[in-house]
């Protein structure tokens, strides 16, 4: 009997440690189903990881929103889904509990997506008073996230541009279509599958034909699957529509007008032929010659750019450029006797006949007949255009009676009227506008090869600007003074035009592309390379390296003593000696020019400050607020010197802290606000806000400090005083190019095209 029992015993045993064994498989089993569930998007519950950034626009961020979400899932992790039960909890943590309304279900029941979304558009009408939360219907573009950066998760393309979204939402796949919940261009939550259509406004469309579509979009081409579809498309803008998660149509933008553009800025653009337009969004354009891509605004070639302009609406949609720009005309804006774009009342005369023009309508004009901008340009005219029949003639600034008040312009002017007064742009072709440059940078009495040197730089130097269109606004690519290059300052002579005229079309190239050629007066026996300018140009700058322009072997200036010796030797061989500006001499009294010194800094720290570097009394840095509390300054000296002995740091020491000083313009501002007894080296006073240079060494003397410096500008590139001593030696212009520049070659930028 006993041995009975004992059997059945092992046997209830085996069944209840079998039963035990598959309920625990079971609940492994489901736990595992219950997370997996929750990587794919549902209407039938709401993941526990979609929540902490659902929620982080209350008091609390998404971080703080996982622990304390953590809490109220058991303490675990954010598997699994909300329930009722989690619901009560996390209302009552929000504190809207009493407020919000909704069907109460078992605790451990999950809370359906679209009675989640009622509670949580409640949770919005409570919390977020600053309506940071929009919603936003998008269909996603490409198939899988890509990393939006450290610590901001995942990203997605849409028909809206990116949108990052943290990895708890990595729901999304190719065409699939939400109303999600965003702050900002960031996905904070899903509120559900979107049903009706969406548009792919103004995209690219390079080919669509055979059931696939490949378009440019934020600068990717991106494959589309339009089976069903019968078009057949190239190169054109369109709007693409997607139903049930596919491609349901593509509408091609059928209206396009050509023209060259003229200016633009952020909401206009004015086309030749057709003026201002306006465009909404970003200004889209597609390269289809060569590799085609999308560029951006910098490519976009003031005058010289023929394209295609897609139009819908009255407003332009896309910009097709066909071809690439032709070199053929320069854009200068004028600017006033103060120096700025805007002037009061212009009154111009030409020397010859020519044509008015003021949008559609134009008139004669008579040679020596006053032109008051004012009397013909009326509000929503566009501009005023003044040609010349006679290729010959010019254009002058008139004093109102038929006087001139300036040089004689080549080319066309155009007269624009903007809030700020008539903005003055000067059109004409880029070998004309080397003729008012060269006599205007270079002295014409110089030598025929450091005249075609300086040609051949001013050539390159516009080039580079025909391409920036930073003055686009207003319509130009550069403007008269020195910021760019001085143009039509001095009249044109037979020597410099000749210069012009044997170097036509004629650029400096760095591995492929035009050179900015840089240029400046005098050196002090040495240039520097890109250092000077606290710019890393190993790479692009690779043909700024620094030379010397000693005849034969140069000093050594390897030491600061060393340095210190060769610039006070005033008789230092150089190509550049013969120049006022080869040696200079100045005193700086630290104690009495403290203050100068100080606000001549502060102005500095708020123009450029990545480049003033200030200190305080216990090392740790600080801002231009905190110059006052370092007291007076109390000496300078070289930190750090660049290739050719330009200074690279200035260390300003104050009674309770320090300042340094990177590049040298503002070296040369600083100090050169406390300069006193500014001499060149045949000891005449020199009268200029800035320090002739950075090349300079500093020598303590009773209460002042002596700068014994050398050359004039900012040392990098050519030496247009050196170029002629070395043409004066009997050098080429293409040697003295290749001896400043390294590594270049000169090449035609007409024979190119």
Sequence with gaps: MGKRDSGKRKKYMAAALAVSVLVLACLMLRAVMEDWGTQEYSDRYVAMAELPSQLSFTYYGEE???????????????????????????????SVQEYVTYSAKLPWSNVPRPEWDQIYQQVLDLLDVEGSVAVEQLVFLTGEPEEAGEGKGLRQLTQKGYYEFPEGLDYFHSYDMYQVYVKGNRIIGVSSEYKESLTLENVFVHSARDGKAEVLYERQKIQLDIAGLRD????????????????????????????????????QIEISGYGMLPYSGPLKIYKTYGTVEELDKSKLVIGNLQADFVVAEKQVCGIILKEPASIEVIRVLLLNEAGTPYHEGPVFVADADGTVTVGEQSEPLKANQPLKAADILKEGAGYVKISLEDGDGRIYFSDGNGGHASLGYRGTMEIRKYPEGYGVVNELSLEQYLY?????????????????????????????QLMRGAYAELGAHVDDSTSYQVYNKQGETEQTNLAVDDTVGEVIKYQGEVAEAYFFSTSCGYTGDMGLWNIDGEEKYGYLQGICLAPQDGADISTEENFASFIADQEAPSFDSESPYFRWKAKVDVSKQSDAIKNAI??????????????KEDGSGGTSADLAGLGSVTGISVGERGAGGGVRRLCISCEKGSVDLLTEYNIRYVLGAAAKKLEDKNGEPIGMELLPSAYFAVTPSKKNYVLQGGGYGHGIGMSQNGANGMAKAGMKYTEILMKFYQDITIENIYNEE
């Design 64 to 94: 703080e929103w996982k622990e304390k979400l953590k809490e109220l899932n058991s303490g675990k992790n954010l598997n699994g889904k909300l329930t009722y039960g989690k619901l009560e909890k996390l209302l009552g943590q929000l």
């Design 232 to 267: 057949q498309i190239t190169d054109t803008v369109c709007d693409i529509v997607w139903t049930d998660r596919k491609v349901s149509a593509i509408y091609k933008k059928e209206d396009l007008i050509s023209g060259k553009v003229l200016s633009f800025n952020e909401e």
């Design 602 to 615: 502060a102005a500095r720290a708020e123009a450029n400050a990545a480049n003033v570097q200030i200190y």
């Design 436 to 464: 008012g440059v060269v006599p205007s940078e270079m002295p014409s009495s110089y030598e025929r090869d450091a005249l075609c040197v300086q040609a051949v730089c001013a050539r390159s130097y516009a080039c580079i």
